[in-house]
């Protein structure tokens, strides 16, 4: 009984270390899920805050642009399939193309020299610009998380740590290829 007891101290001794060894990695990386997690949430709210702005945007430049329907068709159904997006990846995918659908709103806006003057479309402007840049605020901050997180997912000896519990790593919110290029503006009117 006694060599018996000294094997099960022994096997409960490395538990014990090997459970203190796994803990600190796999801790850090729960916070760091969890600080992603927290980063993604701001960028959702600044992403709803625009979602909710674009209908207003969208029937203001309709009393001036009636003729330019392809435009608001393609912002429709872009802010649809924002609404319809359920991961992060999806929401990234469905944002981006919402981004650059409202870039060609924005476009035929500037054949419209009275709807540049019209004092609502002008607040609803400002509070898009004001929006877009918090969008790229907390992008930014996302960003910046998922890549200390991404780092310490597929870092040795945490890597291993990460793959047993499911912990993966998390996309980035990347500007659209199109937001890569400057916009066409054709001010000749042909």
């Known amino acids: 009984m006694g060599n018996a007891f000294k094997v099960i101290l022994i096997i409960l001794a490395v538990v014990v270390v090997l459970a203190l060894f796994l803990s600190r990695p796999y801790n ?35 009393g001036y642009a009636s003729h330019e329907k392809e435009v608001f068709v393609e912002v429709t159904k872009a802010r ?67 890549k200390i997180y991404n780092q310490k997912v597929r870092r040795f000896p945490t890597n291993m740590i990460a793959g047993f519990f499911g912990f993966e790593k998390r996309p980035y919110f990347e500007a659209p290829t199109e937001a890569k290029q ?5 001010f000749s009117g042909k």
């Open 182 to 186: 400057a916009p066409k503006v054709d």
């Open 80 to 146: 649809a399939s924002v609404g319809g997006a359920k991961t992060p990846e999806e929401k990234i995918q469905a944002n981006n193309q919402l981004t650059s659908a409202l870039s060609r709103l924005l476009l035929v806006v500037e054949r419209y020299p009275e709807l540049k003057a019209n004092e609502n479309f002008i607040r609803l402007q400002d509070e898009l610009a004001g929006t877009e840049n918090r969008i790229a605020v907390e992008r930014r901050k996302y960003n910046e998380k998922v």
């Open 28 to 62: 850090q990386l729960v916070t760091l899920d969890e600080e992603v997690n927290t980063a993604w949430s701001q960028v959702e709210n600044q992403l709803q805050r625009r979602y909710d702005l674009i209908p207003n945007l969208v029937e203001t430049v309709k």
